[in-house]
């Protein structure tokens, strides 16, 4: 992954009602939800909503798929997972990770 792709995901994520319909769609896994179901879990106005959601497929962390009259919105695990491992790629210098803290893990 590149440097300019990492930055375009990150900068996606780094608006607070983004971050919470990307965490939304990853707590609800592969079914996805449709833009009605976000606004009403995060009480969010249509057109707020749609532009946010943008910026998400924009930045590869969220796919779009017609379903009928629907879209279904999803989480890339693939693109997230491609973020958290650049993030990672040198943690400890290639070594396990010597210091842990009690609630988060480097998963070296």
């Known amino acids: 992954m590149e440097d300019k792709d990492v930055i375009k ?4 994520l780094a608006q607070p009602l983004r971050l919470q319909v990307f965490r939304a769609l990853v707590v609800v896994g592969e079914t996805g939800l449709t833009p009605g ?5 995060l009480g969010v106005a249509p057109a707020t909503l749609s532009f946010h959601l943008k910026e998400l497929v924009n930045a590869e962390l969220v796919t779009q798929e ?3 009259r629907n879209l279904i919105y999803r989480a890339n695990y693939a693109r997230m997972n491609s973020v958290l491992s650049y993030l990672t ?8 990770c010597s ?5 988060v893990s480097c998963g070296c």
């Open 99 to 103: 210091v842990e803290s009690p609630a």
């Open 89 to 96: 790629e040198n943690c400890c210098e290639g070594s396990a």
């Open 9 to 12: 995901s990150l900068a996606a």
């Open 37 to 41: 179901a976000i606004q009403e879990a």
């Open 66 to 68: 017609r379903a009928s």
